[in-house]
């Protein structure tokens, strides 16, 4: 993808969460914290999910793709934000703006996609369950996942590609921590029609349709629930997408935060500070979301830790 501007602009302005430099250096601490627990979890759960042949199921594939994935959205914005903070240098190029929305739209998507399919593997294990192995075999669960990235692939580099033809004036400030496309479209000069008609159908399409389906999954998954007889059955079907159901509120309701703190009020930082929620906050409690309820991942992590253990004693000896 080429890079260019017809405004010949060599970079932006990113305003970040404060302007206040008294707040630099508790942002920095508190940013750095957020990052490295979400990669020490989430790296966790990938490491557990392919070394522990207890967890080779789809539910565990799904979940490390999903931590996967979570590494890659925060790992999108984090870093720079830190580097911006540390140089005291705001600035970022035009093309790092374009790349970051690509990655910022890839990864965000590719989370709204990865919940959908974890939705439909519940739906699968509970209402299913005799067929379960038969319909969630690996070849589906390939595909599902391959769909996911392939889907959200064309759709980031589509929205970064219509970024390309933005023209921009004097004001090359973003109020936030990292390069939102919306935010590049209002600092646009030119007509941003074709932009925001893009923006609208990817999120009727792309967003409201994995909602749809978890939706759908859920209502089906609570209909068998009610069916089951025994209170002990209901509590043993409602504690294997407990974790899911959590992370899913979560997600949708930190975004739903977002468009409502941009609507009500016109202060951008504002907006900025309510992203984070989904963007930040989100993939840093995932994995602990899943893993403490999880007798299972706990369980491996456990036997994961005990072989390091050996390993290094065994070294050092």
């Given at each position: 993808?080429?890079?260019?501007?017809?405004?010949?602009?060599?970079?932006?302005?990113?305003?970040?969460?404060?302007?206040?430099?008294?707040?630099?250096?508790?942002?920095?601490?508190?940013?750095?914290?957020?990052?490295?627990?979400?990669?020490?979890?989430?790296?966790?759960?990938?490491?557990?999910?392919?070394?522990?042949?207890?967890?080779?199921?789809?539910?565990?594939?799904?979940?490390?793709?999903?931590?996967?994935?979570?590494?890659?959205?925060?790992?999108?914005?984090?870093?720079?934000?830190?580097?911006?903070?540390?140089?005291?240098?705001?600035?970022?190029?035009?093309?790092?703006?374009?790349?970051?929305?690509?990655?910022?739209?890839?990864?965000?998507?590719?989370?709204?996609?990865?919940?959908?399919?974890?939705?439909?593997?519940?739906?699968?294990?509970?209402?299913?369950?005799?067929?379960?192995?038969?319909?969630?075999?690996?070849?589906?669960?390939?595909?599902?996942?391959?769909?996911?990235?392939?889907?959200?692939?064309?759709?980031?580099?589509?929205?970064?590609?219509?970024?390309?033809?933005?023209?921009?004036?004097?004001?090359?400030?973003?109020?936030?921590?990292?390069?939102?496309?919306?935010?590049?479209?209002?600092?646009?000069?030119?007509?941003?029609?074709?932009?925001?008609?893009?923006?609208?159908?990817?999120?009727?399409?792309?967003?409201?349709?994995?909602?749809?389906?978890?939706?759908?999954?859920?209502?089906?998954?609570?209909?068998?629930?009610?069916?089951?007889?025994?209170?002990?059955?209901?509590?043993?079907?409602?504690?294997?997408?407990?974790?899911?159901?959590?992370?899913?509120?979560?997600?949708?309701?930190?975004?739903?935060?977002?468009?409502?703190?941009?609507?009500?009020?016109?202060?951008?930082?504002?907006?900025?500070?309510?992203?984070?929620?989904?963007?930040?906050?989100?993939?840093?409690?995932?994995?602990?979301?899943?893993?403490?309820?999880?007798?299972?991942?706990?369980?491996?992590?456990?036997?994961?830790?005990?072989?390091?253990?050996?390993l290094g004693e065994g070294l050092l000896g």
């Amino acid at each position: 993808m080429e890079f260019k501007n017809d405004t010949q602009i060599s970079k932006f302005i990113l305003l970040g969460i404060s302007e206040d430099p008294l707040w630099q250096p508790f942002l920095f601490g508190l940013f750095l914290f957020m990052y490295l627990v979400t990669l020490l979890g989430n790296l966790l759960i990938i490491i557990a999910t392919v070394t522990d042949s207890h967890l080779h199921t789809p539910m565990y594939f799904f979940l490390s793709n999903l931590s996967f994935a979570d590494i890659c959205f925060t790992s999108a914005s984090i870093p720079k934000m830190l580097v911006n903070i540390q140089t005291q240098n705001m600035a970022i190029t035009y093309e790092g703006c374009i790349t970051q929305v690509y990655f910022f739209i890839l990864f965000g998507v590719l989370d709204n996609f990865l919940l959908a399919v974890m939705a439909y593997d519940r739906y699968v294990a509970i209402c299913h369950p005799l067929h379960y192995t038969v319909i969630m075999n690996s070849h589906l669960c390939g595909l599902l996942v391959l769909g996911s990235w392939v889907t959200t692939a064309l759709n980031s580099l589509l929205q970064s590609s219509m970024a390309l033809r933005l023209s921009f004036c004097t004001d090359l400030k973003i109020p936030h921590f990292v390069c939102e496309l919306n935010q590049l479209v209002l600092l646009a000069c030119n007509d941003t029609f074709p932009n925001d008609m893009v923006m609208y159908f990817a999120a009727v399409l792309l967003g409201g349709g994995p909602l749809a389906g978890i939706l759908y999954s859920y209502s089906k998954i609570v209909s068998s629930i009610r069916a089951i007889s025994s209170s002990q059955g209901k509590y043993k079907a409602f504690s294997t997408c407990a974790s899911h159901l959590s992370v899913v509120s979560l997600f949708y309701s930190t975004l739903l935060g977002v468009y409502l703190s941009s609507s009500v009020t016109q202060n951008s930082h504002s907006t900025a500070r309510a992203s984070v929620m989904y963007s930040v906050v989100t993939p840093m409690l995932n994995p602990f979301i899943y893993s403490l309820r999880n007798n299972e991942l706990m369980g491996a992590l456990r036997r994961l830790f005990r072989r390091n253990l050996i390993l290094g004693e065994g070294l050092l000896g």
